[in-house]
């Protein structure tokens, strides 16, 4: 079994963003059944079972995806109270930039926002748009991501319009800037986590699908493992596909860059026959209580699915349709 989480709540994101983040008081209770159903091994341990072609029984690697601030500051020393070891699997562009992701700060601006009428300047709309609802908010959301996509890639000047569009809406983003809610670590906070003995592996430079950019897979993962390798000294050899969508197409990209694992976004467990290029896990946010965390953790659900898709048994779908990216669930 392979768990992951996307961020541990600096303080209230959990509840605005219920599938991304989860609190810390909820993961420790994630935390104390783990501890008392199964072994926390590290992704190398895991694999060098898979490779002898045997799991040992009642095992759990524990991954957080993206490399937020939030792991360094939250999520670490409560692994380090229960003696768990982790992976965290990092972008590298924010690393070196030290700028909060610009998707992400937009879309918290949107939920911040009082009920209101709002004149939004920064999209050069002739009437109010009116922001009362969570379907309004939706609605605003997927307005300005149509201007948002056409930016330049240039993160500052992305941005820029987000703190256009958050004065337009009456939210100091400031205080999340400050805070570091969007940020990811900085090398410092990477080189510490590695030297505390969680594992830094590879997520891509930019984040970037290796379903739609596959000429620049390699190349990706290349950078991202260089620019880790430079801060914690140690190879990254384990990788997670960003939005958790992978094909075959990518093995090789993959394979080529030195990575030996890779982590998808189908949910189940792995077996020695499940290729180690396709690894499922098992999502967690503050969206699922901890009776859903048990019965998915206990696989019942991907025993009834295994048993009506027989093919699917080891090898998760190439298309997986069943949950969304981090881009789609910050939209919805």
């Known amino acids: 079994m392979i768990v992951f989480w996307h961020g541990v709540s600096l303080e209230d994101e959990h509840k605005r963003f219920r599938d991304l983040f989860i609190s810390a008081e909820s993961l420790r209770e994630r935390l104390d059944f783990i501890a008392k159903n199964y072994n926390v091994i590290s992704m190398?341990?895991?694999?060098?079972?898979?490779?002898?072609?045997?799991?040992?029984?009642?095992?759990?690697?524990?991954?957080?995806?993206?490399?937020?601030?939030?792991?360094?500051?939250?999520?670490?020393?409560?692994?380090?109270?229960?003696?768990?070891?982790?992976?965290?699997?990092?972008?590298?562009?924010?690393?070196?930039?030290?700028?909060?992701?610009?998707?992400?700060?937009?879309?918290?601006?949107?939920?911040?926002?009082?009920?209101?009428?709002?004149?939004?300047?920064?999209?050069?709309?002739?009437?109010?748009?009116?922001?009362?609802?969570?379907?309004?908010?939706?609605?605003?959301?997927?307005?300005?991501?149509?201007?948002?996509?056409?930016?330049?890639?240039?993160?500052?000047?992305?941005?820029?319009?987000?703190?256009?569009?958050?004065?337009?809406?009456?939210?100091?983003?400031?205080?999340?800037?400050?805070?570091?809610?969007?940020h990811r670590m900085n090398e410092e906070e990477v080189r510490g986590m590695s030297q505390q003995g969680f594992a830094v592996e590879a997520h891509g430079h930019r984040h970037l699908s290796v379903v739609d950019h596959a000429g620049q897979t390699e190349d990706e993962v290349r950078a991202c493992c260089d620019r880790i390798r430079a801060v914690t000294r140690k190879d990254p050899v384990h990788f997670c596909?960003?939005?958790?969508?992978?094909?075959?197409?990518?093995?090789?990209?993959?394979?080529?860059?030195?990575?030996?694992?890779?982590?998808?976004?189908?949910?189940?467990?792995?077996?020695?026959?499940?290729?180690?290029?396709?690894?499922?896990?098992?999502?967690?946010?503050?969206?699922?209580c901890q009776l859903e965390f048990e019965f998915e953790m206990s696989n019942i659900k991907y025993l009834i699915h295994s048993l009506l898709k027989p093919d699917e048994r080891y090898t998760p779908p190439e298309r997986y349709v069943a949950g969304k990216s981090i881009e789609e669930k910050v939209m919805t």
């Open 44 to 182: 190398d341990e895991a694999m060098r079972q898979h490779a002898q072609g045997k799991f040992q029984e009642r095992q759990v690697v524990l991954t957080f995806d993206d490399g937020h601030y939030n792991f360094a500051a939250r999520a670490a020393p409560i692994l380090k109270e229960y003696g768990m070891t982790a992976t965290v699997y990092l972008t590298t562009f924010y690393v070196d930039k030290q700028l909060p992701v610009p998707i992400l700060l937009l879309r918290d601006a949107v939920l911040l926002a009082p009920k209101q009428d709002i004149h939004l300047t920064c999209l050069e709309l002739s009437e109010p748009f009116r922001l009362h609802s969570l379907a309004d908010r939706a609605r605003l959301t997927r307005l300005v991501m149509t201007v948002f996509r056409g930016l330049p890639p240039e993160p500052e000047m992305q941005i820029s319009f987000v703190s256009k569009l958050a004065r337009d809406l009456g939210v100091d983003i400031s205080q999340l800037i400050r805070r570091r809610v969007w």
């Open 241 to 288: 596909y960003p939005s958790g969508r992978w094909n075959r197409k990518a093995w090789q990209a993959l394979t080529n860059a030195g990575i030996r694992s890779a982590v998808t976004g189908a949910e189940g467990p792995n077996y020695p026959e499940t290729p180690p290029l396709a690894l499922r896990r098992v999502s967690n946010g503050e969206s699922r």
